[in-house]
């Protein structure tokens, strides 16, 4: 029976691995990681993140050939395949803070492998990580291994949170870089043999090492770049009353162009789209390429000014200010589906609202109290750093309040901001929502998913991002 070990129990590491169990049965599977309250969770009925249909992924392999675990050691000790699914997330400190990604649990990881090791390994990047990274793990591997041979392999995961167990079952490719040898070879192939029990043989591709690392950073940042494209259109958009959504749904009928990825938001968020672009600007700028690094910078800049844009806009159209108004938050997490709230959007725009002395009430129908008050006190980037977190302030808990229910937030607010597409935001009893309002009452809606026609007949001055603006906001001082 082949053996994989998993080290990271996170979003990627465990339905990667849940999947994997199901659909090879004859492989048994082990995810293993130090946090001993993430192991606890998977092992338990209530799953360390949400996401439609894991649990039931979960349950029919856990406890046959998918187990969770705190002995790291041991399971990577007996793996054939070790994949490594650590967290990479930006450098905090030091030379290339932020930008460059901090590989510090990574080469961690790596030592420990080549530590405890007893036989030959393949050892899988699964983690996003920067191109020749391979290089250095090999690097810290052989000359560790007491003789053991270890091949190192890069495939990247491209799942996205929400559909993840949806792309794992039917993804549109596996991409499985390895060295052009023949030990890198029968490596290689070892791994497509693994995801050949499930995805298509033409849907797996291979690539040599850094063809398949540059391709997972290039791959986000091509995806987060339509995003800001679609975003900087609306912005012109409102300024000259076309309409964004018309406007990506013209654009993406070319099918060169293709209509997926051109939703106009608030801004993108999740862990990856910015932490990998960063690290690709720094890795253009170490290879001398400052043009490059500029190019791709650009995008997160157009997603910091629609965060910024979209503040400044709720705070210019109810009289330049929100002191001590009430503003309903509806949804924190960083898109639908998912209770992950890192980088989301909502962050930039809540502490923004703060920052002119609102009072927020915030509800998401899958964060915690906990998580919200922690996002709003974190710094930038210490999110994925378990150790930097900070202890929440004093005044910011004033100023914030959770609920747990949409009419509970928007009772007596002067305004409401959505900021996440739950689908059930879409079919609220808006009615009832502006009888329990302040008036004027205003919507923002970052994701373009209310009726503008409909809120407008009930009384509401709704924003809502790349829209032709309600006479009410032309009448407001220009937004920058
Ligand atoms: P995560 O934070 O959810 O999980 C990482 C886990 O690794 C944590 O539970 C942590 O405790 C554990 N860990 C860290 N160091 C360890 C060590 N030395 N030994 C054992 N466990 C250790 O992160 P994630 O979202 O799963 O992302 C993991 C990697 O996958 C990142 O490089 C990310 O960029 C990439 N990725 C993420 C997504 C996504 O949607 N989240 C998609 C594709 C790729
Ligand atoms: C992304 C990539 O899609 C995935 O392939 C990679 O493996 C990890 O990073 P994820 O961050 O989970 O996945 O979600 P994604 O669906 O890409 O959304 C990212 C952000 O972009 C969200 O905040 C989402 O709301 C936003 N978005 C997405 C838009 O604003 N408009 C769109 O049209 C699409």
Redesign the pocket.
């Known amino acids: 029976m082949v053996k994989i070990c998993c ?8 339905p990667t691995m849940a999947v994997i169990a199901l659909k090879c049965p004859s492989i048994e599977v082990a995810v ?4 001993v309250p ?1 192991i606890n969770a998977w092992n338990s009925d209530q799953l360390p ?1 949400y996401e439609p249909g894991l649990d039931a992924v979960v349950k029919q392999r856990r406890g046959k050939n998918l187990f969770f675990s705190t002995d ?1 050691e041991k399971h990577v000790r007996e793996a054939d395949i070790v994949f490594v ?4 997330p930006t450098k905090t400190r030091g030379l290339g803070a932020g930008k460059a ?1 901090d590989l510090t ?2 080469e ?2 790596a030592r ?1 492998i080549a530590d405890v090791s007893k036989s030959d390994k393949i050892v899988v990047e ?4 920067p191109v020749k990274t391979a290089e250095a793990i090999e690097k810290i591997l052989t000359h560790n291994s007491k003789g053991i041979k270890f091949q190192i392999l890069s495939n ?6 929400g559909t ?1 167990i949806q792309d794992l079952f039917n993804p549109d490719r596996v991409l499985i870089g390895g060295r052009e040898t023949p030990e890198g070879n029968k490596a290689v192939q070892a791994l497509k043999d693994v995801y050949a029990h499930w995805v298509p043989e033409d849907r797996i591709l291979t690539t040599n090492l850094w063809s398949a690392e540059l391709s ?1 950073l290039a791959a986000n940042a091509f995806l987060a770049q339509r995003i800001s494209s679609v975003n900087a259109m609306s912005a012109l958009c409102e300024a000259t009353g076309a309409d964004v959504t018309q406007v990506s749904y013209a654009v993406g009928k070319d099918t060169r162009i293709g209509p997926k990825f051109l939703n106009a938001s608030v801004g993108f968020g ?3 789209f910015q ?2 672009i960063l690290n690709l600007v720094y890795i253009c700028e170490c290879n001398g390429l400052p043009e490059v690094a500029e190019y791709w910078k650009q995008v997160i800049k157009i997603n910091d000014y629609q965060k910024n844009r979209f503040v400044n806009r709720v705070v210019s159209s109810m009289f330049n200010t929100v002191s001590n108004k009430k503003i309903a938050i509806l949804g924190f997490a960083f898109k639908k589906d998912t209770g ?1 709230t ?1 980088e989301t959007p909502a962050i930039d725009v809540c502490k923004g609202l703060l920052g002119d002395k609102a009072r927020l009430s915030i509800f998401d129908p899958q964060v915690t109290v906990d998580q919200i008050q922690r996002d709003l006190t974190m710094k930038k980037f210490d999110w ?1 750093h ?1 150790l930097h977190l900070q202890p929440m302030s004093p005044t910011t808990v004033k100023q914030v309040t959770c609920v747990w229910d949409t009419y509970e937030a928007t009772k007596d607010a002067h305004g409401i901001c959505i900021l996440t597409e739950w689908d059930e935001f879409k079919n609220l009893d808006f009615k009832r929502i502006y009888d329990n309002m302040q008036k004027p009452a205003f919507v923002f809606d970052g994701r373009n998913i209310v009726n503008v026609d409909q809120l407008r007949e009930i009384g509401f001055i709704v924003y809502s991002i790349g829209k032709p603006l309600d006479a009410w906001l032309k009448d407001m001082p220009a937004v920058a």
């Open positions: 080290i990271g129990a996170g979003y990627v590491g465990g293993v990681d130090i946090s993430r993140i790291v699914s650590v967290n990479t990604a649990y990574w961690s990881a420990m699964k983690s996003t990580v990247p995961e491209f799942l996205a949170e993840a997972k999740g862990s990856c932490k990998d992950d890192r994925d378990p």
